[in-house]
């Protein structure tokens, strides 16, 4: 009886204890209050003048963000009422220009809430960019889950550019500017840490985001465009006016740490489709019947891609196989593409005008850019049971030379909202109520 009363007792001291040592540990995980801290959004890195580096913070302010201080602020170098202060210095390291930051902005900088690093061209064309990397991601404060892009500009020029105008919290501005992807496809879905890995190992080349200034200018009106896909602009060559003057679009392609060259919003869309990332995206194209109209759609990829390598006697040879579906958003030419006859001639058009894409976006990475970013890489280390045996096939040889087949299945969902299209009713062209001779 004694024994049993002991044990409850024992128990019951467990319990009271257990409810008591949260009270004890319960606590903020920083020396530091939320209002002493200089949030960090975006950071800019370049080669500096007189110093190692240049670097740019873009630091959030909450009182702007909040609605307490619109009208705050000046240009560059100060508060821009839109929530956030830019400011550059120069450092001999990354952390050392975060100390001396906190010199003049009367907060500790913290990089726990920095979304993205803009590295200048320079950077990353001369190899000190996939050096940095490796480097800021030691520190406890970033996140692996920072995308990573690459100005045309210096990075300070387009932070100070970096003024929402929808938005008025510039952090989800460019959380949401970075997820573009998941409904264009016109810049790679690329994380630091995912950067970082594939600068570590053999037979992958990272890609990562272009961005660039907009020149805020249209070309004179003279009513004589001529038919361009919608990606076939890179950063900074978009016709537009108006809204935020900063364009993401495109990608730069590594080889070695380095870069090697860009791609453009089609090509960025087909390498993001043979990694198996591609969500969804819009594409016009002339109409397969009726050649001087243009339909558009809306694509989705169905499933992953099938990707298989096998090695003969000529080298590797790559079957890479793309399944999309899709949905008809309108075509001018009133093509009824319901009709099961020219739903197919659409379907098969459609997959050869993206097959057409991806063996130029494949002769590229090979002949010019001798880069596997399409990852087949990743799919070629079946080939070898050992990590000697892999390196033994020397894959960026194989790549270059590999014979790369590209099959496109295409299947329309829907044809839109209508029934049936119908032409304009014209009695005297002998067009009438009702009738679509298509």
């Known amino acids: 009886m004694s024994a049993l009363l002991k044990g409850n007792r024992f128990l019951f001291l467990i319990v009271v204890l257990s409810l008591l040592l949260p009270l004890f540990t319960a606590g903020c995980g920083s020396n530091y209050e939320p209002d002493e801290l200089a949030y960090v959004l975006l950071l800019g890195i370049d080669h500096g003048a007189q110093n190692l580096l240049r670097v740019t913070y873009l630091i959030a302010i909450p009182k702007d963000i909040a609605g307490g201080g619109q009208d705050a602020g000046g240009g560059g170098g100060g508060g821009n009422g839109k929530g956030s202060l830019v400011t550059t210095i120069e450092a001999p ?21 920095a979304k993205g690093l803009i590295f200048s061209e320079t950077m990353a064309k001369d190899g000190f960019m996939a050096k940095f990397i490796p480097a800021i991601t030691q520190f406890r404060e970033v996140r692996n889950t920072m995308f990573l892009a690459i100005s045309k500009e210096k990075p300070e020029e387009i932070l100070e550019k970096m003024k929402p105008v929808i938005e008025p919290n ?16 016109f810049i790679p879905n690329v994380q630091l840490q995912e950067f970082y890995n594939e600068l570590k190992v053999e037979g992958v080349d990272p890609a990562s985001i272009l961005v660039a200034a907009s020149d805020e200018k249209l070309p004179p009106d003279k009513g004589e465009g001529q038919y361009h896909t ?19 679009m495109g990608a730069a392609a590594f080889r070695e740490g380095r870069m090697v060259g860009k791609l453009n919003g089609d090509e960025t869309t087909i390498q993001v489709m043979l990694r198996g990332k591609f969500q969804r995206g819009i594409f016009s194209f002339r109409d397969p019947i009726e050649k001087g109209n243009i339909i558009a759609m809306e694509v989705s990829q169905a499933k992953h891609p099938q990707i298989k390598i096998q090695l003969t006697g000529q080298g590797a040879v790559v079957d890479a196989k793309l399944n999309l ?15 099961p006859e020219n739903r197919a001639i659409l379907e098969k058009a459609f997959a050869q005008f993206i097959k057409k894409q991806a063996d130029a976006l494949v002769k590229r990475a090979q002949q010019e850019f001798n880069s596997d970013i399409l990852g087949f890489g990743i ?8 990590q000697k045996e892999w390196q033994g096939l020397n894959w960026d040889s194989l790549f270059e030379n590999a014979t790369v087949n590209i099959e496109v299945n295409y299947l329309i969902r829907r044809t839109g909202t209508l029934l049936r299209t119908m032409p304009v ?14």
């Open 230 to 248: 919608e990606g076939s602009y890179v950063a900074g060559e978009l016709l537009k006016k108006g809204g935020v003057p900063i364009e993401a």
């Open 325 to 339: 579906e899709g949905n008809v958003l309108g075509n001018t030419s009133l093509i009824d593409y319901g009709l």
């Open 170 to 185: 510039p952090a989800k501005y460019i959380e949401l500017l970075a997820s573009t992807q998941n409904f264009t496809g």
């Open 93 to 113: 390291s990354i952390y050392a220009s975060m100390n001396m930051v906190n010199t003049y902005v009367g907060r500790k900088i913290s990089l726990m809430h």
């Open 425 to 438: 009713a014209n009695p005297a062209q002998g067009v009438h109520e009702g009738e679509n001779s298509q």
């Open 379 to 386: 799919k070629a280390r079946r080939l070898a049971l050992t």
